[in-house]
């Protein structure tokens, strides 16, 4: 999928908190007021569009009383050219940028992307275990992330208890999310016509939020020495602002599909998913180990997706591991996606050319090197390739029948990562 601004996202902050309790040694005794560090740089390229550069760091403090303190921070970057929303035509066309006071021009035939798309975020988040009794952890968590023009503030909270002689841990969690955003320009009037640069540009208000409340439930099961079975059913509600203020649709003639004007998009103010999750992990006798997911998603904007996640891990050489990677997603589209408006048609109440609620299908290929230097510190290289293919069989009208209306999307990923203890 195409790489989008990095919101911290509390419905993976529970995924953490609950994979965290449910994977906890039955003896901690070897880890007790230890720190375990893991750092990572990751790169993500789009080819022709958006480049992303992420440091993240995270240490864990381990108590001997079981219990642990983990603090995470990453900082990541975002550069190039972003999707507008608009749509490809035979003819150049100029776009005000979003502040109003300039403007950007895009070729005929080319898809419409603004190459001074620049962002930049700060996140920190902080996540503390302990045992409640001999067979129950929590686990609670604040999260709190910052850009020039988006600020969000979590927090979370998980509970797990052992049953069958720790062979079987059920948990439960709950996410609760405030974000605020101020868009540079402010936040544009739903369908209003984009203004000229340096004009009055048709503006509703200069900030909004939405609040994000995420439930998750989950069952882990010990099938026998080599295999770990994980199910999770998980609940996210949000409310307020979901449109993007810097995506804009293409108004073209019935007839010809030239392009007459463009608009500002529209979306819900709620949005309700449910996703089911099921993770199975397999230790071979020889060593190797088999991990493979898949989740299946559903919401009240009618998109649905299903994700199949595949690694193989296998050790050599004592010191050295390589794990292949493979991972595949689909997804329908939303009910009010739509590539472009047509004159004359009736405006509908809500609408969005954004291609990630588009129909498409992405694979990720690759592998991730490992080399341990002894047993607390490990050097780890991951290399992937991501492609995107969108919906073919939407509608053209007139000129746009000459154009890919959803041009595929290619990627390169790679990630170095090392980890310690002290």
Known sequence: ?????????????????????????????????????????????????????????????????????????????????????????????????????????????????????????????????FPLDRRTRISTGLAFSNEYDYTSVALNATVARDYNNKNTTVSAGFAYADDSIEPEGEIPIAFASMAPAGSEQPRDRADDDKTTTDLLVGITQVVNRQTLMQLNYSYSRAEGYLTDPFKILSLVASSSGATLDYLYEQRPEERVKHSIYWKTKYHRLNGDTVDVSYRYLWDDWDISSHTVDFRYRIPFAERHYIEPHLRYYSQDQADFYQQFLVAGSPQPRHASADSRLGSYEGITIGAKYGYRFNEDSEFNLRLEYYEQTGDRAHRAIGVGRNYDLFPDLEAVIVQLGYSFSF
């Open 1 to 129: 999928m195409q790489l989008k601004k990095q919101r911290p996202s509390i419905a993976s902050l529970l995924a953490v908190a609950s994979c965290s309790l449910l994977n906890q040694s039955a003896s901690a005794s070897e880890d007790d007021n230890n720190w375990h560090v893991d750092s990572a740089l990751l790169l993500y390229s789009e080819k022709d569009r958006v480049d992303a550069v992420e440091p993240v760091i995270s240490a864990t403090r381990s108590f001997a009383d079981e219990s642990s303190l983990t603090v995470k921070v990453a900082v990541d970057t975002l550069t190039g050219a972003s999707p507008s929303g608009a749509t490809i035509s035979d003819v150049p066309q100029t776009f005000t940028r979003p502040s109003g006071r300039g403007e950007y021009i895009t070729s005929a035939g080319e898809l419409p992307l603004d190459d001074t798309f620049k962002d930049s975020r700060t996140a920190v988040s902080v996540q503390y275990e």
